[in-house]
């Protein structure tokens, strides 16, 4: 409660209240106020004037900017920024000083102290470096950025192992990183001996990118170790997702070790097979289930000019049948319905296959070709038929040669 006298000797009892009637008291009030008005506004032009500055191309200008703000962390850390990067004229040490100034204007950025971490590495303060990643990542824990940056900085100082955890935790948020990180493991030598486990999180997802990094790379010696790992991981995944990883083992000539893989992705993905399969070497002969488009089931890509379907409607045998349909507009080049089916050398097989025709008007009829994938034999090449024909048996007796491990066997129309 404020009491005060007024003018004529009464008293004030109104809690809060204030009387100012002198005119001393009135140009006070009214100094203090402007006071207080220019130190807003001396304030606020501050602001302005500094982030014009930041804004400047002019390196003497965004200093200044600095200087005008000093508790501003971003202007320090771009000071920062454009001396380490600076590969011309830039100063490590101005660089070193700007970022420090920025982490005392703000030490929770882990953005930050990453870069100061990089200025002391290039600088040769490994120690220092390494105490700046660490600050960094208690930032911010669960970075990705952080721990994939720290991961490689463990991997220039030898430290593989200890990368590898890092790069584990980036990959936990950030699964895109996941080839950069295989890439890295790669260069190491690690893959050689270690199991990528020691990498990457128990998912499939990440394995499979490796498979397909390292068969890239043709080392399918590598890809084969990871392919082990996934399976020891005890997880289902889709044939699909294996295909491409058989695909390129066939490719590489690794036909056992492709056929193995093949076994194993049908058994992990319970992918569907006839009752018989075991006694065929045909995959899926009968076309009762749908392709898995690559490995050792057939493979079909139509065109504008003719199309495949499964046809449950007409079959010899079982429920389905494959249907090859033509549009007739066209000349058409049939090559595109084939399947790769490994064989023993020098051995005596025999291909059988039932076809029915429906007005196919050509000269140039629909046959089946079976052809060693390296050119280790002659074709062979079983009878067309055109026009309209019921079920008729195609049958042809070969010999493999001296040196046959893979065969294709294609359904084809020359133009």
């Known amino acids: 409660m404020f009491i005060l006298r007024d003018e004529h000797g009464g008293t004030n009892r109104n809690p809060g209240t204030i009387r100012v009637d002198s005119v001393w008291a009135r140009w006070s009030c009214g100094i203090i106020f402007l006071l207080i008005v220019t130190s807003f506004c001396w304030e606020a032009a501050g602001v302005w004037i500094a982030a014009e500055y930041a804004a400047s191309p002019k390196p003497e200008l965004r200093r200044r900017a600095a200087r005008w703000q000093p508790q501003n962390a971003a202007y320090w850390a771009q000071l920062g920024a454009m001396e380490a990067w600076d590969f011309e004229r830039g100063d490590l040490e101005q660089a070193q000083a700007d970022y420090e100034r920025a982490i005392e204007a703000n ?80 260069k190491t030598g690690l893959h050689s001996s270690q199991p990528i486990a020691k990498l990457f999180p128990p998912q499939n997802l990440f394995y499979f990118k490796a498979l397909d990094y390292l068969a890239a790379q043709n080392d399918i010696d590598a890809a084969l170790r990871v392919w082990d790992e996934l399976l020891a991981l005890g997880k289902h995944f889709a044939l699909p997702e294996a295909i491409p990883f058989i695909n390129e083992t066939i490719s590489a000539g690794r036909v056992a070790d492709a056929q193995r893989i093949w076994r194993q992705a049908l058994k992990v993905s319970a992918w569907p097979r006839d009752a018989d399969q075991d006694s065929l070497l045909i995959f899926n002969g009968g076309f009762e289930h749908d392709s898995a488009g690559g490995g050792f089931d057939w493979r079909e890509r139509g065109s504008a000019d003719y199309s495949f379907a499964q046809d449950s409607a007409i079959a010899h045998s079982g429920a389905h049948s494959l249907r090859v349909s033509f549009n007739g507009q066209s000349n058409v080049d049939l090559h595109h319905v084939l399947q790769y089916v490994a064989l023993e050398p020098a051995q005596r097989y025999k291909f059988a296959v039932f076809l029915k025709s429906s007005a196919l008007s050509t000269d140039s009829g629909v046959r089946f070709v079976i052809a060693d994938t390296r050119g280790k034999m002659s074709p062979v090449v079983t009878e067309s038929i055109t026009g309209t024909q019921p079920w008729m048996a195609i049958e042809r007796e070969f010999v493999t040669g001296p040196e046959t491990r893979l065969v294709s066997i294609a359904l084809q129309r020359p133009p």
């Open 107 to 186: 030490p929770y950025s882990d953005r930050n102290w990453l870069e100061l971490a990089g200025v002391y590495e290039r600088r040769g303060e490994i120690s220092r470096a390494r105490a700046a990643y660490e600050r960094s990542q208690y930032n911010h824990p669960i970075s990705s950025a952080v721990a994939w940056r720290y991961g490689n900085f463990l991997l220039r100082q030898g430290e593989a192992s200890e990368a590898c955890g890092q790069f584990r935790k980036a990959l936990l948020t950030s699964p895109e990183l996941t080839e950069d990180a295989v890439a890295e493991w790669w």
